[in-house]
């Protein structure tokens, strides 16, 4: 059973850092598993920000946050993280971690953690 808890979310001024972690102690992903994080501000819809294809490690990152963030996943932890830096009020969002086991089309997702960055 797939059970994703997210953390590290808060609040922080323009140019500040964050590292947002995920976690699942009750499966453990593998390299045929992909992962990554969406975020979906007030009014908006959600949005891919970066997913990893474990194995590999072959990464894609949405456009706006290329050079400043990066996604990353720590196997003896069984941790997704996703380090921001250079943050914008622009990035103020509900941040959710996701999951496909197989890299298939089933996704499993966390129930978020708030990322408030002010000008």
């Known amino acids: 059973q797939v059970h994703l808890v997210e953390s590290g979310g808060g609040s922080v001024e323009a140019g500040g850092s964050l590292r947002l972690s995920c976690t699942d102690s009750g499966y453990i992903f593998s390299s045929g598993d992909c992962m990554g994080w969406f975020r979906q501000a007030p009014g908006k819809e959600r949005e891919a920000v970066a997913v990893?294809?474990?194995?590999?490690?072959?990464?894609w990152y949405d456009d706006s946050v290329k050079g400043r963030f990066t996604i990353s996943k720590d196997n003896a932890k069984n941790t997704l993280y996703l380090q921001m830096n250079s943050l914008k009020p622009e990035d103020t969002a509900m941040y959710y971690c996701v999951a496909y086991p197989g890299c298939g089309t089933t996704q499993y997702w966390g129930q978020g953690t708030q990322v408030t960055v002010s000008s």
């Open positions: 990893i294809y474990i194995g590999p490690g072959n990464i």
